[in-house]
Structures are given as structure tokens and as C-alpha cells.
């Protein structure tokens, strides 16, 4: 027998400027549609003859992105950042995005994925944030809702969008006109018609512990939590400018202000924020971000991809 592979293309990637692993995608997915391996008879064409001693370093190569969901495949059904209809999506955020809404419109982004599950592969970005908005911890994302409305609405006369493509590209560009890294991301994602579970979201009283724990459920590594935790410059947290997405966060951490009697340091940040500079292997990577803005940059990038493509179910393209 002679050992043929099929000619597809297969764009995977390992590792971050951190040097920690990552991935695109949930860390379960349908199974993969990319590189196949096929054993054919010795008279039959193949694409290419290998010799056996190469045959298990082809198997591996081949079947990586279904055996390793640590690294960074593209989506099979998803349509590539660049094209047309990411760029009409692009252009119409920016008519409606401000610095003072970008907040807003980011924490939509972790409200609607962070409802992912990797044991049942549920959740996640499907836009089910619009069903959720009476839940007590989403008060206020009502406004977020409506700003993305109107260009929704704009959007959906020219190609339709759905929820779950539109916020995670608001996210993106919310974090870019505060100054943060250029982040494109896929479309195709298709909207649930139904609300996700309720209790899934991180609570603002866990301790680094439960954190960790909590992002491990959703296929995040401590060093991912730190720098999507990254995302609490904006806003009204006290970490610096509310309109500048920026390290100051992790600066902010490490002067532990709250710990200060009275005033109004002691109301900067969340618990949850406070736990983090707590915790060993968490205050490593504060550390990290707080001497680098480039390398939160770069690690906040990635671990945003995968947020935004944690179990999302593909359309077909």
C-alpha cells in the first residue's frame, strides 16, 4: 500500500509572543474538515507516495486539528477578515462607535461568549445576549444593544448579519478606536434562537481560585484570563483613562489602591479584579503586562480571536 493525502491546506500556528499556547476556535468542535489521510492500493493514483517511515509523521501532521485543540486552525465554514462583508460590518460600526460607548459594547462581548461550556459545548458567542438582557448581570447593556441596532439595521439592507458576527466585530473595533490593537476576526457565525443558561457568566466576588477555574471550564489558560482581564481599562473601573485601552490595568494592580482607608481608591476595580494580583501565577503574567503594552497587546489579540470563536456554530459558506 501506498499512503496518498489529499490536497488540502492546512493554516495552523503554535504559540503567542508570550510563548503560551492558543487556539481560534472552542476547544471542542465539530470534527475537522481539513487534511485527510487515505490508504489506496499500490496500483491506484495517489497525490503523493510516501515512503513508511514517514508514515506516522503524516498521520500526526494530518490529524492535528482534531487531536490537538490548542492550536490555531481556521474555522473550516468561516469567511477570512478582509473580504467585502467584514469591511460594509467594519464602516458601519464606526458610524455609531464612540470612546465613551466602546466599554459598553465590549463587555457585550464577554456577556455573550463567556456563556460558553467545553464539557457540553454550549454557549458561547451566538448572540444570545439580546434574549439575556433582563438578567441581573447584564444590567445596562441594554444601551450597548441599541447602538449596535441602528448599524445593524444599516448592515442587514445590504447582506444580513447576525448578532453573534456583529458584536464580535463591534468588540474588535471598540478596543481599536480606544487605542488598542487592530483585532480582525471571522464571520459566519449563526444566532441561537433561544437564550443560554443562566449562571454561566464569572461572578465579581470569585477569588483567583474559582477564576481560574471558571476559564478552565470554558477552555482558557490562567495566562488567557490575565490578559482578557485586560479589558477592565475601559470603563468606569478607575484603571486609568476610561476611553484608553492601555496597560494601566496591570500598573493599577500592582499599587493595590483599594487597599488604601477611605477615598475613593478603595472603590477602584472589581473583587474579582483584586483576587488576581493575589494569586501567584496570575501575578506573573500581571507583571508581564504591566513592564509590556506590546505583549498584552499581542496576547489580548489572541486570546479575543478565541473568546469570539468559542462555540460558535458555523454557517455554511
Known sequence: MRLGVSKHVVRCSIGTASGEPKTDFPAKLQRSSFSTVKFRPDNASSDLAVSSSSRRGLICIATLPCLLPLIDCF????MRPGTKEYLVIKEEVRTVLSKGKAAGVLRLVFHDAGTFDIDDNTGGMNGSIVYELERPENAGLKKSVKVLQKAKTQIDAIQPVSWADMIAVAGAEAVEVCGGPPIQVSLGRLDTPVPDPEGRLPEESLNASDLKKCFQRKGFSTQELVALSGAHTLGSKGFGSPISFDNSYYKVLLEKPWTSAGGMSSMIGLPSDHA????????????????????????????????????VRWKNL
Open 75 to 78: 474555522p473550516a465554514n468561516a
Open 276 to 311: 488576581l494580583v493575589e494569586d501567584d501565577e496570575c501575578l506573573r503574567w500581571i507583571k508581564k503586562y504591566a513592564d509590556s503594552e506590546n505583549l498584552f497587546f499581542e496576547d489580548f489579540k489572541n486570546a479575543y480571536v478565541k473568546l469570539v470563536n468559542s462555540g
